[in-house]
């Protein structure tokens, strides 16, 4: 994934100084972790129902064997 960000400011020109890198998929997905990681239960939950689309949200039942039924799409 590549990425544009300021990481700085030059004053004398009142511009930004921007790079352009390159994530791998290790980065992104330590980034997003750590994002989520920040958060309590609730605040992960709502984030997840208000930006991400039903279809890529599954509940996910760790004590069931074998397929998951599908759960209903609950928000608050």
């Not at 239960?41 to 984030?47: A, M, S, T």
């Not at 599954?58 to 799409?73: C, H, R, S, T």
């Amino acid at each position: 994934m590549k990425i544009r960000k300021a990481i700085g400011y030059l004053r004398t020109e009142q511009r930004e100084i921007e790079v352009d890198f390159l994530l791998d998929k290790t980065q992104i997905s330590e980034i997003v972790n750590l994002f989520f990681n920040q958060m309590d239960y609730n605040e992960r939950r709502k984030w997840i129902y208000s930006n991400v689309p039903e279809p890529n949200v599954v509940l996910v039942d760790n004590e069931a064997k074998g397929e998951q039924p599908p759960f209903p799409y609950e928000k608050d």
